[in-house]
């Protein structure tokens, strides 16, 4: 099925800040290459079939381009973020202006600090929503109620793990791939009764952010260094498609971050 994705070039992009334990602002991060790496992500889903529709990058948000962060959209209802930290505060009217620019009517301002995407994964019938580090819960309540929605709280517990999409990742609308351990006890078997059939990755795979990576529920992007996870998805018949996103990790981001889902 083709989708419709919302992107935004790292015109401005740098680790100026730290705001995860991937971030080292003494390191830096290069520019030109991060916006190389994004170019082959994009025209990845463009010869996919998938529709890419993009935001103008602003000066002084460097994490901009974590478009995920930016809203939740489903069934044409867009949900605005509400960012943690002051360093993305902006970004949150800045994708919300763009929302109502591009003919997107329902649109709810959030009352509470949620990261859009980055902690809301929607399926076929829930969505999924990760806490403990950025999206407050009662975010989880307000996104049920506007969206109409069953929402479900997962409790994150490992700061490298601090999104839910860093965590786990919808295969399609009925199947997700995840790495328990960025999970409470709790919220593990949670995961066990709701997905069976999950795939479970491994720590080394989480820990190059390989869960971070987008399905259209044949073609799976994901970061090329994912070495055991990409076996296991051949395995049970999805196409892997690897991608380079190692200078945006360097923000603590991967292929889903760039990558806010617009479902109509
Ligand atoms: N530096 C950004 C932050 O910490 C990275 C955001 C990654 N986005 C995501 N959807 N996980 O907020």
């Known amino acids: 099925?083709?989708?419709?994705?919302?992107?935004?070039?790292?015109?401005?992009?740098?680790?100026?800040?730290?705001?995860?334990?991937?971030?080292?602002?003494?390191?830096?991060a290069d520019r030109e290459v991060a916006i190389r790496q994004w170019e082959t992500l994009k025209s990845t889903y463009e010869e996919l079939g998938h529709r890419v529709s993009l935001i103008d990058p602003v000066e002084g948000l460097p994490d901009m381009v974590f478009a995920a962060n930016g809203a939740l959209v489903v069934g044409g209802r867009v949900y605005g973020a509400r960012f943690t930290h002051r360093e993305r505060a902006a970004e949150g009217p800045a994708y919300l202006k763009w929302f109502t620019g591009n003919g997107y009517d329902r649109v709810r301002e959030a009352a509470f600090t949620n990261e859009g995407e980055g902690d809301f994964l929607t399926l076929d019938h829930m969505v999924l929503a990760g806490t403990g580090f950025r999206t407050d819960i009662?975010?989880?309540?307000?996104?049920?109620?506007?969206?109409?929605?069953?929402?479900?709280?997962?409790?994150?517990?490992?700061?490298?793990?601090?999104?839910?999409?860093?965590?786990?990742?919808?295969?399609?609308?009925?199947?997700?791939?995840?790495?328990?351990?960025?999970?409470?006890?709790?919220?593990?078997?949670?995961?066990?009764?709701?997905?069976?059939?999950?795939?479970?990755?491994?720590?080394?795979?989480?820990?190059?952010?390989?869960?971070?990576?987008?399905?259209?529920?044949?073609?799976?992007?994901?970061?090329?260094?994912?070495?055991?996870?990409?076996?296991?998805l051949k395995r049970q018949g999805f196409e892997v498609i690897p991608v380079d996103l190692?200078?945006?990790?360097?923000?603590g981001g991967g292929p889903k971050c760039c990558t806010l889902e617009i479902r109509e």
Request: glycine fraction near 6%; include cysteine; charged fraction near 20%.
């Open 138 to 232: 009662t975010a989880h309540k307000e996104a049920q109620e506007f969206l109409g929605r069953p929402v479900v709280t997962l409790q994150l517990v490992d700061p490298r793990f601090y999104h839910l999409d860093t965590a786990l990742f919808p295969l399609n609308g009925r199947r997700v791939a995840y790495f328990p351990g960025a999970f409470s006890p709790g919220s593990q078997e949670v995961l066990r009764s709701l997905f069976p059939d999950a795939v479970i990755a491994d720590e080394d795979d989480a820990a190059v952010l390989g869960l971070n990576a987008v399905s259209d529920g044949t073609h799976v992007v994901i970061n090329a260094e994912a070495g055991n996870l990409q076996l296991e």
């Open 1 to 28: 099925m083709t989708r419709h994705y919302l992107m935004c070039r790292p015109d401005y992009f740098a680790v100026e800040y730290a705001i995860n334990p991937w971030m080292h602002p003494e390191a830096g």
């Open 246 to 251: 190692s200078e945006l990790r360097k923000a």
